[in-house]
């Protein structure tokens, strides 16, 4: 289990494969959420996940993947694109500066 440091987090990065849309409309959503702690949001495929990311939110298929291309970075998987309880502890601790366990 890996800790996250809300206070700390930066740039979060959401990672697709498929290309279908789900992961763009979480990325905005995610986007609005963290507005207000000046949090960069990108949406990126598994492939191209910068190395710079403090966070990467992915479909829990595609969390090995991920894991693989950041090894060094907290990789949080979800099953849902909207309303997933995973994204929102995430969310939650960069909005409130708190400490969360992924």
Known sequence: MTTIDGSAVKKVVVACDAGMG???????????????????????????IPADADVVLTHAGLADRARGVVPDVPVVPFQLFLGDPAVTKVVTAIQKGTTVDV
């Not at 789900?22 to 191209?48: D, F, I, N, W």
């Open 22 to 48: 789900s992961s763009v409309m979480l990325a905005s959503t995610v986007r609005k959420q963290l507005s207000q702690q000046g949090v960069t949001v990108e949406h990126k495929p598994v492939a191209e």
